[in-house]
């Protein structure tokens, strides 16, 4: 349990700095952004009060504000990717499942499903974050590019950083 | 208040939700000008509107009210036209002409009633016998003549136009000062008059001036008119006929001068006694 927490703490922590000082300085023409740091709220185990995973996406969201200046912007863009995030889990996976994945990673739950979760998630919390950031409906079609685009940079590095950290389910 | 709580359970990812999203975005709305600014804009877009198309209905609730208060509105501010209130003392003009050592005297008055449709037509001004107006005088307007004064009231008097069958001006062609006759015709257009009795040595152009001639009781060189045919149709007398196109609009006159020649008694009753002669 307390490794659990140090795991998580040490991952918060790691993402919002590859976040902040990394990925907060690319920018693909202007249109494709990842927001890398999400994945901390993905990678959260399946145990998890939603309670705590709303408070933690929270916190996770005032930290990414206070780096980027847009205080609420990505905490409510965090609290929508934490409820899909629930709404997903409980539709796509056992209660009895738990047991033995406590973490929904690439290595625990299969290719297939992880990257549904995270295109999903990542789709959706994207297309919130930027539909907040422009706050209008003006450009449209502009800020729907953005979060696409954006989607696939942030969805590639959530694969490329769940095959870093493989582990194969044999060794468990 | 147990199957509220153990809904209020089952669903609390959604709930937790709605609380957490509602304190995000109080936050980003509050913190961030821009967001606060167009939130606050399109919230008035809808309100305007609504209250737009509110407003534009209830308008017409209200347009009795408006219009009696534009009414009354109109009533006092007519009131304080100039043109309501009647002028007791009269500002009279005075032109010394030195050649023929008349003296005409003008006195200002507006017309309050008009006719140009019928076969004699009259007009009203708003200045009487108290203002020095007497029967005979001629009238007459910045852009030519206009007739002359028949009945006089105290504050009113009714000028017979030269849109009238009696109506006949001692008339001179402007230049060559070859005398005639003016009257409106038969043709009953306000527009048109006739100048007979022109005589045949005369050489009248298309396009001369008309005006009133030293024998009439205008001032002379008053304009009457321009000649716009040699030959007219409605040829009255033996010597040359024309149509002359009146220089006054008479339906658009509006204020009026009418000339009190002083020396127009002493004249009459010289003719008088050459008639009685006669």
Not at chain 1, 42 to 57: M, S, V, W
Not at chain 1, 86 to 102: A, R, W
Request: charged share 15%.
């Amino acid at each position: 349990m307390s490794r659990t927490i140090i795991v998580n703490l040490l991952r918060f922590i790691l993402l919002v700095f590859i976040q902040v000082f990394l990925l907060k300085n690319i920018s693909l023409y202007d249109l494709s952004t990842p927001y890398l740091y999400i994945l901390f709220i993905l990678l959260l185990p399946f145990e998890t009060p939603n309670i705590l995973l709303f408070a933690l996406a929270f916190i996770l969201g005032l930290t990414i504000d206070a780096f980027y200046d847009t205080p609420g912007l990505h905490i409510t863009a965090c609290v929508l990717l934490a409820f899909v995030r629930i709404l997903f889990i409980s539709i796509t996976v056992q209660k009895d499942g738990f047991d033995n994945e406590p973490e929904p990673t690439l290595s625990n739950m299969g290719f297939r499903w992880f990257f549904t979760y995270a295109l999903v998630l990542t789709l959706i919390h994207h297309f919130f974050l930027f539909i907040m950031e422009v706050f209008r409906f003006d450009e449209i079609q502009y800020t729907i590019g953005r979060a696409v685009l954006s989607t696939i940079f942030t969805v590639f590095l959530i694969l490329v950083s769940g095959l870093l950290f493989y582990k194969s389910k044999e060794r468990k | 208040m147990r199957n509220l709580l153990i809904f209020i359970t089952k669903y609390n990812a959604f709930f937790l939700f709605i609380i957490f999203e509602v304190i995000a975005l109080v936050i980003y709305i509050k913190y961030n000008s821009f967001q606060k600014a167009t939130f606050i804009n399109s919230s008035n877009q809808v309100t305007g509107n609504l209250y737009q198309q509110v407003g534009n209905f209830k308008s017409y609730l209200h347009l009795q009210d408006v219009n009696d208060s534009l009414a009354r509105e109109n009533a006092r501010l007519r009131n304080q036209l100039k043109t309501s209130f009647y002028v007791d003392s009269a500002a009279k003009h005075k032109v010394v002409d030195t050649v023929y050592k008349q003296q005409y005297e003008y006195i200002d008055a507006a017309v309050i009633n008009n006719s140009i449709n019928r076969r004699n037509n009259y007009l009203t001004i708003n200045k009487g016998s108290r203002a020095g107006v007497a029967k005979g005088m001629g009238v007459i307007c910045p852009q030519g003549v206009v007739g002359k004064v028949v009945f006089v009231g105290a504050h009113f008097s009714v000028v017979q136009s030269l849109l009238h069958k009696e109506t006949v001006i001692s008339a001179a062609l402007a230049g060559t000062k070859d005398l005639g006759s003016f009257i409106w015709g038969d043709n009953l257009d306000p527009h048109v008059g006739l100048l007979y009795d022109v005589l045949n040595s005369a050489s009248p152009r298309l396009g001369q001036q008309v005006v009133t001639s030293d024998l009439s009781l205008f001032p002379a060189g008053v304009p009457i008119g321009k000649i716009s045919n040699l030959h007219s149709k409605n040829a009255k007398g033996s010597f040359l006929n024309m149509d002359v196109i009146l220089a006054v609009d008479f339906s658009k006159l509006q204020y009026v001068y009418v000339v009190n020649n002083k020396l127009a008694a002493e004249q009459l009753g010289l003719e008088a006694q050459q008639k009685k002669d006669e």
